[in-house]
């Protein structure tokens, strides 16, 4: 491990890189990279220099790993099915799956079969990914160490490339649904005619670059807010895990172990807040009240 | 904090789970739980109608004792009627005979008494002319007072 504290802390947060470097790159290892290629990155500068061009094998590993592992139990679930008593594994699957039911029947009036299980992949996915908060920090992180792989970032969701792919993916969702429900007419109407507007049609004309300010604002601010929400709070409970982390081996439990058990409600809460905001955003788009 | 091409990777991801949960986890599920509470819907709606069904045999079966009770009460009734007749008729028989025998005896006493009386008479007919010898010291011609005495046996 590294030696110092910051050292540490930095290491940790460190994904595992694997992107394009240009040519004439110099590598930290004091190699120049001859020919642009794509490579592992061997140093948090390298892989800020990668730019767009690189993904984030730890992050996105562990949460399609996870993503499966989901699907493969839900699955299996779903195969078994039975109208009769139900055993214990469908028992469990059914409270989910009743669970995101009613919450999408509490908010969401219309018609569509695309937003309960939506909803319930991404609830039990965003959870399951937040849920590898609570393995020990160093824990994962020291076994691919031994593998020979520098860095491993084992929570998805504090890569906020991750959040923010899965809040754009609803965004477009959004977009999608508001232009297949109102039309184009009716979402550009909904984008410029409110909140301000008159009866006067020159003073309507001037309210439009105002409401579509405040309008663009606030539908840019749901991806946006989603994304960072998620991210953030599992951020800083990793943080804080870390930091716990520095501390003497006798002294740690004190904190790790009081804090874990808030993270349980942290990850579940956020797990839902997402599950619940997308529900949300989705029937806004299906309602046509304006 | 790099903004890279996971974000799209991410997204693609999240897309196939979607879908794959759409078409295979949910339906399944969702069929199940309807189907169970369609069953158990029935099932209570069953039990409804089994108890209903029960309310309306006991109240039938409630009707037919009633009924077997009133026509239990009707027959031993007729039969009480029946018997008090037949007691009266054989009453009435056993008067009529009693009569009759009593009748019957009475025309055989009757009969006795002519037939004593008849007796009696001829012979005190035959004492009288016995006696009558003995005053006379003769015989008396019984067909000569024939006449005489039959006279005087129809006194007698």
């Known amino acids: 491990m590294a030696g110092s504290a910051s050292e540490y802390i930095q290491h940790h947060l460190q994904n595992l ?15 120049v990279v001859e020919q642009a290629g794509w490579t ?38 779903a195969k078994r099915a039975t109208s009769g008593q139900p055993g214990g594994l469908q028992n469990f699957v059914e409270v ?45 992180p020291q076994i691919f160490h031994l593998m020979g792989l520098e860095y491993m970032k084992v929570v998805p969701t504090t890569d906020v490339n991750i959040t923010l792919g899965m809040s754009l993916s609803v ?8 232009l297949k429900v109102k039309g184009v007419g009716g979402f550009l109407g909904e984008l410029t005619l409110h909140p301000f507007s008159s009866d006067n049609l020159i003073l309507k004309i001037l309210l439009v670059p105002v409401n579509l300010l405040l309008e663009g604002v606030s539908l840019i601010a749901k991806p946006i807010s989603l994304a960072l929400r998620l991210f953030g709070n599992l951020y800083a409970g990793e943080l804080i895990f870390i930091l716990i982390a520095l501390l003497p081996l006798w002294a740690q439990w004190t904190l790790s172990v009081p804090w874990a058990i808030f993270h349980i409600l942290v990850i579940t809460l ?21 | 904090m790099n903004i890279n091409l996971t974000m799209i990777g991410q997204a693609i991801a999240f897309f196939i789970f979607v879908v794959f949960c759409m078409k295979y986890v949910w339906p399944p599920i969702m069929a199940a739980l309807q189907e169970r509470q ?23 079966s409630a009707q037919e004792l009633r009924e077997a009770k009133q026509q239990a009460a009707g027959l ?43 007796a009696l008479r001829a012979e005190i007919a ?15 011609d019984a067909s000569k007072h024939n006449e005489m005495l039959e006279k005087l046996a129809a006194e007698l």
């Not at chain 1, 956020?270 to 304006?290: G, K, N, R, W």
């Open chain 2, 38 to 60: 369609k069953k158990i819907a029935d099932g209570l709606a069953a039990s409804d109608r089994a108890a209903r069904d029960l309310e309306l045999a006991q109240e039938k």
């Open chain 2, 76 to 118: 031993i009734e007729q039969a009480n009627k029946r018997a008090a007749a037949i007691v009266e008729a054989s009453k009435d028989d056993a008067r009529k005979e009693g009569e009759k025998l009593i009748e019957q005896a009475k025309a055989e006493i009757e009969q006795e008494r002519n037939q004593a009386r008849d």
């Open chain 1, 96 to 140: 989910m799956v009743e669970f995101v039911d009613q919450s999408v029947k509490e908010t969401f009036h219309g018609k569509n079969k695309v937003i309960a299980p939506l909803a319930l992949t991404i609830f039990c996915w965003v959870f399951l990914m937040n849920l590898m908060d609570l393995v020990p920090v160093d824990f994962l």
């Open chain 1, 40 to 77: 592992l990155a061997q140093s948090a500068t390298e892989a800020s220099d990668m730019g767009f061009m690189a993904l984030h094998i730890d992050s996105l590993g562990w949460s399609v790993a996870l993503g499966v592992l989901f699907l493969f139990f839900f699955r299996m679930a």
């Open chain 1, 17 to 31: 890189t694997y992107g394009k470097l240009p040519a004439g790159y110099e590598r930290a290892d004091g190699t």
């Open chain 2, 126 to 140: 035959a004492i009288a002319v016995a006696g009558a010898e003995k005053i006379l010291e003769t015989s008396v």
């Open chain 1, 270 to 290: 956020q797990a839902f807040i997402f599950m619940m905001l997308t529900i949300v955003y989705l029937s806004m788009a299906h309602e046509d009240s304006h």
């Open chain 1, 171 to 178: 965004f477009f969702l959004i977009i999608y649904y508001s």
